[in-house]
């Protein structure tokens, strides 16, 4: 989707370290205590994190610990409460144990972000009260919950599904909490969009809806876990009468969520009644303003303000347009206008149907593969493992959806994926190469590929993540399938300055809505006619913006840092400058702040010049 990776430990987590080969482009070789010093943090760091991931079951199970496979994350205020603490602990005993000057300038990276890590805790749980578990379009527990067991939790043997089921078992308790927590931030005059609500009540139906709850297809749980189960008997790992009866074990806990959800539909049609629609930005929430600015600080990893974001926004989308009306130009129109108008008389919208589903997967795939091919000549490190592009579960899958990507498992028995929606209007074909170099090659799946198997440093850092180091990844990587040569066609790199544009709206939409008053109308009317985004695309990305305030202003300011840093390590290493060494300096060294990565660039700009 653009030139983008994310998270924050205290949320969900990934990253990675710098592999041998390009720690020495980075730094001249340290004396013998410094790697001592070094190999000392490592091992402080690792001691640490492991106690950390004892209490975060469902991370242990996307780095492929098998403990804690039975039981969901603790989301309590209280488990939030005692991980700040506990990581201001931490980073207490670190730096009574070492000196931070000793160590190597990577040690050092590794030393800031796990300090930083616990800054970030303290600001997230001052923002906790507005992210109450129902409340985000992209994140709401009714979702997340059964997301997690259907495309992370593998089962690759009989323990595996027992700890399946045991999760299935404790699911209503978590959807109970999720209650309880959205209705104190309800108290508090933070209440979830009313179309938020609406996508709740949907949602949590579909769950339970057919097999084994009435009639009509499976369920999507039951499928799963009949998929799953039956794999284990044709591998010959679990015999039949065995499987009938944890199957029936499973069903009985999946019945037992029909009345879970039920509670979840009751809270929400409750809700209805006082839930907010129209003008529903941070400014509306109490303390919002401050919020807001919290938010963006923790997304962008900057200090820039909600004013400077908008009228960065605004310069961008004025130079990519003037970008558009040239290449509009070089292919024979007036502006960029009359090249749109000749897509659409060419590709006239229609809706999705099994065809075009079909149609859009293989091609997607088949350009996924082939770009693949073009990397050794781009990047030293490049992914290893399977990757591959599907369709949105039935139960999340929403018209003009914004398609996401996620990480192999670290031994890639679970490949990358990039998760489309394929529903409502049908895209112009030539605008999917862009997204799958953002989600996919070289995007999003390739540096989670990288990030998983990353080795010799810290663990923490294979799963500490930034929006803005991500996302800016993303959508560089798609000026760097440009420079690869990877889009087929003229209308192919339009369509990559078309999603660029879409990122640049995105800067002035956010703010507008949280900083401005906006409306969700006026949002949306910009998205579409500046943002160039279908109406019903338009309405799903701005429904996205009101639920996650700030996330989207991360792709813009990231790519924007990559971009300048690039041009930087350029003019001043001239012919020294290695496109290659570059890349992996960014995308193998794991997710960081933009203040350290623009460190690091210019450490990796001096120790090349002086060789």
């Not at 190999?39 to 242990?60: C, G, M, N």
């Not at 800016?472 to 192919?492: F, Q, S």
């Amino acid at each position: 989707m653009t030139h983008k990776l994310t998270f924050s430990l205290a949320m969900a987590l990934a990253a990675a370290t710098l592999p041998s080969a390009a720690l020495a482009q980075t730094a001249p070789a340290t004396a013998a205590p410094a790697q001592s010093e070094d190999a000392r943090l490592t091992a402080f760091l690792d001691a640490e994190f492991a106690a950390y991931v004892k209490t975060q079951p469902q991370l242990a199970t996307r780095l492929g610990i098998k403990e804690g496979g039975d039981k969901w994350n603790d989301t309590s205020d209280e488990a939030a409460r005692a991980e700040a603490e506990w990581r201001k602990a931490s980073v207490a005993r670190m730096k009574a144990q070492f000196d931070r000057p000793k160590l190597s300038p990577e040690a050092q990276v590794n030393f800031d972000i796990w300090a930083l890590e616990a800054e970030r805790a303290e600001q997230g749980l001052a923002n906790r009260i507005y992210r109450p578990p129902f409340y985000s379009r992209l994140y709401s527990a009714h979702s997340q919950l059964p997301d997690f067991l259907i495309n992370t939790h593998t089962i690759a043997d009989v323990s595996d599904l027992r700890k399946y089921i045991a999760r299935l078992r404790a699911m209503p308790a978590v959807l109970d909490s999720a209650i309880e927590r959205t209705q104190a931030s309800q108290k508090a005059g933070i209440n979830p969009p009313r179309f938020q609500i609406e996508t709740i009540i949907e949602g949590s139906r579909k769950l339970t809806s057919g097999a084994p709850f009435g009639e009509g297809p499976d369920a999507a749980l039951w499928a799963d876990v009949k998929a799953k189960t039956a794999a284990l008997v044709a591998g010959g790992t679990l015999p039949q009468a065995k499987a009938d009866r944890l199957l029936e074990e499973a069903k009985v806990a999946i019945l037992a969520l029909q009345p879970a959800y039920a509670r979840v539909i009751a809270w929400a049609e409750a809700s209805l009644p006082t839930a907010p629609s129209g003008k529903v930005g941070a400014l509306t929430l109490p303390g919002g303003p401050e919020y807001y600015e919290r938010e963006l600080k923790l997304v962008t990893t900057t200090d820039m303000t909600a004013a400077e974001i908008h009228a960065v926004g605004r310069k961008e989308v004025a130079r990519i347009e003037a970008e558009q009306d040239a290449l509009a130009q070089a292919a024979g129109f007036a502006d960029r206008s009359a090249f749109y108008a000749e897509r659409k008389r060419l590709y006239p919208p229609r809706q999705y149907d099994d065809a075009a589903r079909k149609e859009y997967l293989d091609t997607a795939n088949a350009f996924v593969a082939k770009t693949r091919t073009l990397l050794p000549g781009w990047f030293g490190e490049i992914p290893a493992y399977g990757i591959e592009v599907v369709r949105e579960p039935a139960f999340s899958e929403v018209a003009g959806g914004a398609a996401h990507a996620s990480a192999p498992s670290p031994d890639g028995k679970r490949p990358a994926r990039t998760y489309v929606h394929l529903v409502g209007t049908v895209p112009d074909p030539a605008a999917m190469y862009t997204l799958m170099c953002h989600e996919a090659v070289p995007g999003h799946n390739t540096q989670g590929d990288i990030q998983v198997r990353q080795q010799g440093g810290p663990k923490f850092r294979s799963v500490t993540g930034y929006v803005a180091f991500g996302e800016g990844w993303g959508l560089y990587a798609e000026a760097v399938c440009k420079e690869m040569g990877a889009y087929p066609d003229i209308a192919a790199d339009f369509m990559r300055l078309d999603a660029e544009l879409f990122r640049a709206a995105r800067l002035v939409v956010d703010t507008g809505i949280h900083a401005l008053g906006w409306t969700e109308d006026e949002a949306v009317t910009y998205m579409n006619t500046t943002g160039r985004q279908p109406i019903e695309r338009s309405r799903s990305e701005v429904r996205r913006y009101i639920t996650l305030p700030g996330q989207a202003t991360g792709y813009k300011i990231g790519m924007l840092k990559i971009m300048e840093l690039h041009a930087r390590a350029e003019a001043k290493l001239g012919a020294k400058f290695d496109v290659k060494g570059f890349h992996d300096l960014l995308i193998a060294s794991g997710s960081q702040p933009l203040s350290i990565l623009e460190r690091r660039v210019d450490e990796w700009i001096a120790a090349k010049a002086a060789s």
